[in-house]
Structure formats: C-alpha cells, structure tokens
T-cell receptor, first 117, second 113 residues
Framework: GAVVSQHPSWVICKSGTSVKIECRSL??????MFWYRQFPKQSLMLMAT?????????EQGVEKDKFLINHASLTLSTLTVTSAHPEDSSFYIC?????????????FGPGTRLTVT | AQTVTQSQPEMSVQEAETVTLSCTYD???????LFWYKQPPSRQMILVIR??????QNATENRFSVNFQKAAKSFSLKISDSQLGDAAMYFC??????????FGKGTSLLVTP
C-alpha cells in the first residue's frame, strides 16, 4: 500500500526559532497533501491544503505567514513553523491523496510532535 | 460547511463482545464519503472502513461493519468480537473525494478483559 513518511517524528525547539517538518509520499506521486494539527485529547483539525506547484490554501484562522507550506515536488511537502511559541506545541499530521479506481484514498503520515520551550 | 458529530466521548466493551460507536453528520451534498479511522497510542491514523454515499449496501471489513442511514445522516460503526487491540481513539470522518477530511471529536474505546 501507499506509504507516507514524516520527518522528524519529534522535535523540540526554543521559542522564537523556526522548525521545518517534512512530509513525503514514498511510493507514489501526490499532487495534493493536507496538513492537520492535533492538540492533546482532541481531534485532527485541517490547517491547509498543499498542492504541488501552487500556493497552499489555508483554513480560516490559520496564519499563513506563521505556518509556511511548500509543495515543491510531487513527493514532498514541507511545513515550516516560523517564530514558534509554546502555544504552537502540538502534533502535526500530514496526509497525501492517491487515486484508486475513481476514488482518492487518503494516506496519513505517522505525525510529528512539536514541543516549543 | 460539513460537520461531524460523535456524541460518545468514551465507550467501554468487554473482550469478545460487540460495541457500536455513533456518528452523525450534516451536509447538503448528495455524493460524499464517510470513514472510520482508528488512532492507537502511536497516533498513526489507520483506516478502519469507508462508505461511499451512493452505495446503499453497508460496508463491512471483517469484524467491523457500519450502519449507514443516508436520510438520517447517521453512520455508526459496529465492532464485533472485540479484541484488546481494538482499544484506541476512533474518529468518524467525512469528505468529498480528493478533499480533506472533516473529523468528529472522537470516541475513546476501552476494551476490558
């Protein structure tokens, strides 16, 4: 089956610094990837839709200048959290869609835990 | 906007018994997809089952089956012969094909020996 990886799996950074999270589709090309955020004991909330070769589409309330998304190739999307603050500490999950016989199956990465100190 | 509601924050079932998790949704679309995902402590999202709205037949995957009531906008998950490994958070999700998922708040399932 299709595999999506994320790197790193866990990152700790200091307040005010930036951190980059990578999302890769390992064995298929993904024209569209999604970024979700999950706070402890809560559900996944969509942050943005990342389309290869074009600007990401952000959900209402998500600061596009703070959460920079780049989908430069068909297998890689990156999320950069700029000037991170403790309230940005969360679990970030990406997913990629894969066409399957007329349906777009969505495959999730294992997630990245971000802790901002 | 589509909304997904899971009204059971926690459920408990004994091993080998059957449990049903509830989910309702709201949409004005006629063609869409519904999902149940499992999230174990590793936090990896695992697809349990998918239902296409245009199909009247309820989806089944081994011990997992759904009761899809399109008119009532209800989509419940039945887990038969529950196993200890079924313990996890379960999220009900809605999407149009190729679009992101809208998730409910989740139901934490505890399986007791």
């Amino acid at each position: 089956g299709a595999v999506v990886s994320q790197h790193p799996s866990w990152v700790i950074c200091k307040s005010g610094t930036s951190v980059k999270i990578e999302c890769r589709s390992l064995d298929f090309q993904a024209t569209t990837m999604f970024w979700y955020r999950q706070f402890p004991k809560q559900s996944l909330m969509l942050m943005a839709t990342s389309n290869e070769g074009s600007k990401a589409t952000y959900e209402q309330g998500v600061e596009k200048d703070k959460f920079l998304i780049n989908h430069a190739s068909l297998t890689l999307s990156t999320l950069t959290v700029t000037s991170a603050h403790p309230e940005d500490s969360s679990f970030y999950i990406c997913s990629a869609i894969y066409p399957l016989a007329g349906f777009y199956e969505q495959y999730f990465g294992p997630g990245t835990r971000l802790t901002v100190t | 906007a589509q909304t997904v509601t899971q009204s059971q924050p926690e459920m408990s079932v004994q091993e080998a018994e059957t449990v049903t998790l509830s989910c309702t949704y709201d949409t004005s679309e006629s063609d869409y997809y519904l999902f149940w995902y499992k999230q174990p402590p590793s936090r990896q999202m695992i697809l349990v089952i998918r239902q296409e709205a245009y199909k009247q037949q309820n989806a089944t995957e081994n011990r997992f089956s759904v009761n899809f009531q399109k008119a009532a906008k209800s989509f419940s998950l039945k887990i038969s012969d529950s196993q200890l490994g079924d313990a996890a958070m379960y999220f009900c999700g809605y999407s149009n094909s190729g679009y992101a998922l809208n998730f409910g708040k989740g139901t934490s399932l505890l399986v007791t020996p």
